[in-house]
């Protein structure tokens, strides 16, 4: 049974960083591209990062790039969202999803439950 368990979201000053992970298991890890997608309350889904199945190529929403990075332990079955100057409007909850296969094609067939990220002085 395929599994994905985010952690990692909590409640932040603007300016602040968290570090999200993402749990997988059920499945190889190494072999498939994984993602992260956010909602804000009120909204709907938002592609946030994506990373292929070796860790080599990522990619960013313009809304998150260059305070966001994308990793992945495959020897861990981990995903990761290091988050840095967090912004008000980035309070959403944080999903992960395992894309078809090893190349980042933005077609997922699992998600996690998500973690809670909220923004807020």
């Known amino acids: 049974e395929v599994q994905l368990l985010e952690s990692g979201g909590g409640l932040v000053q603007p300016g602040g960083s968290l570090r999200l992970s993402c749990a997988a298991s059920?499945?190889?890890?190494?072999?498939?591209?994984m993602s992260w997608v956010r909602q804000a309350p009120g909204k709907g889904l938002e592609w946030v990062s994506a990373?292929?199945?070796?860790?080599?190529?990522?990619y960013y929403a313009d809304s998150v790039k260059g305070r966001f990075t994308i990793s992945r332990d495959n020897a861990k079955n981990t995903l990761y969202l290091q988050m840095n100057s967090l912004k008000t409007e980035d309070t959403a909850m944080y999903y992960c999803?395992?894309?078809?296969?090893?190349?980042?094609?933005?077609?997922?067939?699992?998600w996690g439950q998500g973690t809670q990220v909220t923004v807020s002085s």
């Open positions: 999803a395992k894309d078809i296969g090893p190349i980042i094609g933005y077609e997922y067939n699992y």
């Open positions: 059920g499945f190889t890890f190494s072999s498939y591209a």
């Open positions: 990373i292929n199945s070796g860790g080599g190529s990522t």
